[in-house]
């Protein structure tokens, strides 16, 4: 089935892309530009756009910044560290990040007449992110059907709804994933800070190295 994946340039989106590849046709990767200061997670997408021999478009959407304020993610507000459990990531919350995103890569997805959406909403975001959860995914997937009624039929794949960022990481060992070709930090500088909590533990409990080339290291 043919399949666009939105893919941030994270570990999540990119096995993601992987995945999409070996179950089904990898019809492009799709990146949005909202005007994150982690913006080099952007370079990472097109490296495994490249990487993956698959189209690769950005959407450039800053132009919503000024109207998304208050996240430490496109804001002056310091990026907290932690588990995505802990109440102090929901600075990182840019609302309705997720639903802005999948419309705009459901309509690609219609006029390339394409089969499928996919995300790499997983587990570990639940807690923290609504648009993660799977209530959200079955809600926005049910809208999207009424919107696209009659005239095109494109699903929603979200694979690592339910699963760990563990388990994303022997997901993405067993498909040959360059994981030191992704990225994490929030912070975006020229390495991850070395507070990426979930990234490290991620590799850890999955019982794979960690390739990642982190500041404290």
Not at 22 to 36: K, N, S
Not at 192 to 212: K, M, Q
Request: proline share 5%; charged share 25%; with cysteine.
């Amino acid at each position: 089935m043919k399949t666009v994946v939105v893919c941030s340039g994270g570990l999540d989106s990119v096995t993601l892309a992987y995945l999409v590849r070996h179950e089904h046709i990898l019809d492009r990767l799709v990146t949005f530009d909202y005007g994150q200061r982690h913006k080099v997670e952007i370079e990472y997408a097109a490296r495994a756009a490249a990487d993956l021999g698959v189209r690769h478009d950005i959407v450039d959407i800053s132009m919503l910044r000024p109207f998304l304020a208050g996240s430490a993610l496109t804001d002056n507000v310091p990026v907290p560290d932690g588990h995505y459990a802990e109440d102090s990531m929901r600075a990182t919350i840019v609302p309705n990040r997720n639903p802005i995103m999948l419309t705009i890569a459901y309509g690609i997805a219609a006029a390339d007449d394409a089969d499928f959406v996919a995300a790499a909403v997983h587990g570990g975001d639940h807690f923290i992110y609504p648009d993660c959860r799977p209530e959200f995914i079955k809600a926005f997937a049910a809208m999207q059907d009424l919107a696209l009624d009659g005239v095109w039929r494109v699903g929603l794949l979200t694979p690592f709804v339910d699963k760990s960022k563990a388990e994303i990481v022997t997901i993405g060992a067993g498909l040959n994933v360059p994981f030191e070709r992704t990225w994490s930090c929030y912070r975006g500088g020229e390495v991850h800070c070395g507070t990426c909590t979930e990234r490290r533990e991620a590799f850890a409990l999955a019982g794979v190295a960690d390739p990642t080339d982190y500041a404290d290291r």
